[in-house]
């Protein structure tokens, strides 16, 4: 007996219906995500039509902002955050240099306990961590010698 979930191939309307209903997406994504599916370039860009017809899909000023805000909640440097939005095809945002001294305090706090008597070894590696997190070299240059 055939599965009842499982329906015959979807069009790619009903695709990026699916996709859109979970989270906004980008028409980067949805293009890639749709091309997974082995839909055709006429396929997509129909559907991707139809969607902006209809305003189904945010600007990408408003799906850059929701993952912006989303990557700031999770202590992500600017760095770090503009290159996830150039990959999803949106644009970038600009630096706010008192939100990501902050945030780079706020990691460094909960991740080394003895953040004043720290070693020059134990200050490289914060100063790695924080690269490694996204945080600009000012920052990073701000939290390792408290300037």
Known sequence: MKNPSKGPIRSARNKLMDLLARRDHSEKELRTKLKQRDFTSEEIEQAISDARER????????????????????????????????????????????????????????????????????????????????FDAETVRKIVFKR
């Open 55 to 134: 305003k189904w899909l945010a600007t990408p000023a408003e799906i850059g902002a929701k993952y912006a805000d989303s990557l700031h909640g999770k202590n992500k440097g600017i760095h770090y955050i503009n290159h996830h939005l150039q990959a999803k095809g949106l644009p970038t945002i600009p630096m706010d240099s008192d939100l990501e001294l902050e945030k780079a305090r706020r990691l460094v706090e909960n991740k080394f306990s003895a953040a004043d008597g720290l070693s020059k070894t134990e200050l490289a590696k914060v100063g790695r961590f924080l690269v490694s997190r996204g």
